[in-house]
């Protein structure tokens, strides 16, 4: 499935709306989470990262993908959509959630001074991580083999 958009930011005045694609990646059930370190401060996320303008949703999460990871992975069907909106209105991020699967390469943190660390994670282990947007629950239901809605709304951990 090969989504472009094109605007990739919608403006609004001064502020901008940011897209973010991202990666569910599951292997033997356990899924991918990638760490970054800001400000002293670890957070997990799906990998992934903003687009460039011109490229498409699953270009851009390929290209993530071999950036964070140098990896290659098949982007599959959206699984999940969400706003993540500061309520000060400092940001507003629209996340966009694809089922990827592994293609080839070795696993390697990428050269980003924010990533911090990588790895898989069960079920379990899950709900306890600092996960940016706040999605554990969403990710856990995933893991049990549950539909998760495809808008999961506002989302934006104080």
Not at 67 to 83: A, Q
Not at 92 to 105: A, D, K, M, S
Not at 127 to 151: G, M
Request: net charge positive.
């Amino acid at each position: 499935m090969e989504i472009l958009l094109f605007d990739f930011f919608i403006n609004h005045g001064s502020r901008r709306v940011r897209v973010r694609v991202s990666g569910l990646l599951i292997e033997h059930d356990a899924l991918l989470l990638i760490a970054h370190k800001k400000r002293g401060k670890v957070y997990w996320l799906l990998p992934g990262g903003g687009m460039n303008y011109g490229e498409s949703m699953t270009r851009a999460l390929e290209r993530e993908f071999r950036e964070e990871l140098g990896v290659t992975v098949n982007v599959h069907d959206p699984m999940f959509i969400g706003d993540s909106i500061d309520p000060r209105g400092r940001r507003h991020i629209l996340n966009v959630t694809f089922r990827c699967t592994y293609r080839e390469g070795e696993y390697l943190l990428g050269r980003d001074r924010r990533l911090y660390d990588f790895g898989f994670f069960k079920k379990e282990e899950i709900p306890d991580k600092l996960l940016y947007p706040p999605i554990n629950s969403t990710l856990v239901s995933i893991l049990n083999n549950k539909k998760s809605e495809l808008y999961l709304g506002s989302l934006w951990l104080v």
